[in-house]
């Protein structure tokens, strides 16, 4: 996990747990500090709607005010997080929690595919070829899933540059890879 990143509790997650806050903390990490209103018009809520789930986000450590910038009554908000990263350990007494943050975190997923689909076509040709929309149908046990989110995990790592303490190199653009390991052991041999 780097060093940027965030593992909810069963605690935390319950601050996490909407979509509309995955959606507000994802704008944060993605175009940094905003106001509640800058992030009610980005996403076409109120700023009544903002600002109470900026508080939330902020009581349960996920934004943090942001000291450089506003002056007088307006605050700015930015992520205190680079990335969330939630397990397998929790779950249980936050079973709820889980699904609704992660069906916010697909949402987001999708919406990210719908986005990029519809600026392929602009994208040029080195950038189109770099691209994929792939899955794979595997047969593993619990234990190989294991060993490969491990070493997706370790081979991702090499390619971190998305912190400022972290130069990336001359025309390097936002990349964003979306990865699902989702097992299906009810399925069968399907």
Known sequence: MSRDEVRPSPTTLRGLAHPLRVRMLNLLREHGPATATLLAARLGQSTGATSYHLRQLAQYGFVVEDPDRGAGRERWWKAAHGGT?????????????VETYLRAVASLYAERVDRWLGERPTLSEEWQRTSTLSNWRLRLTATEAAELHDEIFALLDRYRRD????????????????????????????
Do not use: H, K, N, Y
């Not at 939630?86 to 079973?95: K, M, S, Y």
């Not at 025309?171 to 399907?190: D, H, N, R």
């Open 85 to 97: 990263l939630l397990d397998g350990t929790v779950g249980g007494e936050a079973a709820a929690e």
């Open 163 to 190: 912190t400022p303490d972290i130069p990336a190199p001359a025309g390097a653009e936002p990349v964003v890879l979306q990865a699902q390991l989702m097992p299906f052991p009810s399925a069968g041999t399907e």
